[in-house]
């Protein structure tokens, strides 16, 4: 069973940087992976997932410019770069991994926390 572990998580001010990092601790192979936050009070949303090939990757709308999602299979890590951070930022984010390009992620993470001050 693949196991999932985000980290890079903290505070940040508002139009600050992070760099959220997930490691699988199998094998990723032919999988998609993808980044999902939760707020408090709020659903948990889609944010980005990025392809086996990485070369095909999807975005939110509120995070589409300012965020971007990259893979590098020979770690088996997805990186979440975020770039101009705003307060509605704030969230636990997950890491998850599903089989296929498409349908319902399989895999989740335990989160990270992501807090941007003003």
């Known amino acids: 069973q693949v196991q999932l572990v985000e980290s890079g998580g903290g505070l940040v001010q508002a139009g600050g940087s992070l760099r959220l990092s997930c490691a699988a601790s199998?094998?990723?192979?032919?999988?998609?992976m993808g980044w999902f936050r939760q707020a408090p009070g709020l659903e948990r949303e889609f944010i980005a997932a990025?392809?086996?090939?990485?070369?095909?990757?999807y975005y939110a709308d509120s995070v589409k410019g300012r965020f971007t999602i990259s893979r590098d299979n020979a770690k088996n890590t997805v990186y979440l770069q975020m770039n101009g951070l705003k307060l509605e930022d704030t969230a636990v984010y997950y890491c998850?991994?599903?089989?296929?390009?498409?349908?319902?992620?399989?895999?989740w993470g335990q989160g990270t926390q992501v807090t941007v001050s003003s």
């Open positions: 990025v392809l086996w090939s990485g070369g095909t990757r």
């Open positions: 998850a991994l599903r089989f296929g390009d498409s349908g319902n992620y399989h895999i």
């Open positions: 199998g094998g990723t192979f032919k999988t998609t």
